[in-house]
Nanobody, 130 residues
Framework: QVQLVESGGGSVQAGGSLRLSCAVS???????????MGWFRQAPGKEREGVAT???????NYGESVKGRFTISKDQAKNTLYLQMNSLKPEDSAMYYC?????????????????????WGQGTQVTVSS
């Protein structure tokens, strides 16, 4: 059974940084050349928003609102996905979710839609105060 467990969320003041982690168990996605992982976020009353997605080869895409501030990365040996968030703004406050899929052919060429992912973590809360 595939499990994704996020960690690293918390409360921070505007301009601060946080690093989210997503540990994957029950599957080794790196064995699939078409695998894709990503970060999404959802604030109360808003739709789930794509933050960043990364392909097997390491190609990545970001949502417009986080470009230049957030960095997605992965450690295949640890089967872990990361999201480094710098210059945080109050509007970044949301529940952040990790997602994974073994087959997303467009991953790495465009920010992948949430509907393309079959595995999700439980989320980690990020709160940015002004």
């Amino acid at each position: 059974q595939v499990q994704l467990v996020e960690s690293g969320g918390g409360s921070v003041q505007a301009g601060g940084s946080l690093r989210l982690s997503c540990a994957v168990s029950g599957a080794t996605f790196s064995s699939y050349s078409t695998y894709c992982m990503g970060w999404f976020r959802q604030a109360p009353g808003k739709e789930r928003e794509g933050v960043a997605t990364i392909a097997h080869a390491g190609d990545y895409n970001y949502g417009e609102s986080v470009k230049g501030r957030f960095t997605i990365s992965k450690d295949q040996a640890k089967n872990t996905l990361y999201l480094q968030m710098n210059s945080l703004k109050p509007e970044d406050s949301a529940m952040y979710y990790c997602a994974a899929s073994s087959y997303v052919f467009e991953c790495g060429r465009t920010l992948v839609s949430a509907s393309r992912f079959g595995y999700w973590g439980q989320g980690t809360q990020v709160t940015v105060s002004s």
